[in-house]
């Protein structure tokens, strides 16, 4: 089993940034993949970045240049950097944790709103 705690969310005009962590526990003895995924109201759950624990990561194209995945090995934390954060990026923001086999766990969630 891994838990995932997210930290970080809250309100933020537009332009602004936030910067969310999510850190996982539990037995966690291989190579994994750490990553954000987001759902605003009326919308289905999407991908926002992932990382793998050897650093390749990926992007949605709408938050490309704007976002920035990074994690920390020895501390199972994954976060995300987000920079000249849009209206659009309002959702709750979730954290993920896969193992290569496919299994897969969810943090609680955390409101990120983007809001003048």
């Known amino acids: 089993q891994v838990q995932l705690v997210e930290s970080g969310g809250g309100l933020v005009q537009p332009g602004g940034s936030l910067k969310l962590s999510c850190a996982a526990s539990?037995?966690?003895?291989?190579?994994?993949?750490m990553g954000w995924y987001r759902q605003a109201p009326g919308k289905e759950r999407e991908l926002v970045a992932t990382?793998?624990?050897?650093?390749?990561?990926n992007y949605a194209d709408s938050v490309k240049g704007r976002f920035t995945i990074s994690r920390d090995n020895a501390k199972n934390t994954v976060y995300l950097q987000m920079n000249s954060l849009k209206p659009e990026d309002t959702a709750v923001y979730y954290c993920?944790?896969?193992?290569?086999?496919?299994?897969?766990?969810w943090g609680q969630g955390t409101q990120v709103t983007v809001s003048s």
């Open positions: 993920n944790f896969r193992w290569p086999w496919g299994s897969n766990y």
């Open positions: 539990g037995s966690i003895f291989s190579s994994n993949t």
């Open positions: 990382i793998t624990s050897g650093g390749t990561t």
